[in-house]
């Protein structure tokens, strides 16, 4: 238990040394980000993750369009495996407390030695980029 907690930590720092990098080109790009990582065991099967949201909205007549990227790092299960990140991405064009009229998602696996040349920012606009080929441009 302890030794994949160790390897957690060590890709966790990584990772957050990497997301405070790139974080003024994310913001300057337009992106909200929260940080939605659960970092301590609350209970004994408690697994630990590393998890973002960043966010892009922009208005699109009476509607919102919106595409959020999320990025994932769990405790691993199996220790010495190579580590991967997950990634996520949802666009959606809807009016506030209506369902959404353009509804899309994509996922993919990124290995972490990908993160770590890349950087966040580079993959983080690159899903925005791709989800916002789903939705109309700003008016």
């Not at 238990?1 to 913001?27: G, H, N, S, T, W």
């Not at 630990?48 to 405790?75: C, I, M, N, P, Q």
């Not at 990124?110 to 791709?130: W, Y």
Request: glycine share 6%.
């Amino acid at each position: 238990m302890k030794e994949v907690e160790a390897e957690f930590r060590c890709i966790e720092r990584v990772l957050d040394d990497l997301l405070e990098r790139d974080e003024e080109r994310l913001r300057s790009a337009g992106l909200r980000h929260d940080d939605r990582s659960a970092r301590i065991y609350h209970y004994k099967n408690d697994h630990l993750s590393w998890f973002h949201t960043f966010t892009k909205e922009w208005v699109v007549d009476v509607e919102r369009a919106r595409v959020t990227v999320g990025l994932y790092y769990g405790e691993p299960v199996q220790p010495q495996e190579a580590p991967k990140i997950e990634l996520t991405w949802r666009a959606e064009q809807f009016r506030q407390g209506q369902e959404s009229s353009i509804d899309k998602s994509g996922k993919a696996t990124c290995a972490f030695r990908n993160v770590q040349e890349d950087g966040i920012s580079a993959m983080v606009t690159k899903a925005v980029a791709d989800g916002a080929e789903c939705l109309p441009t700003a008016r």
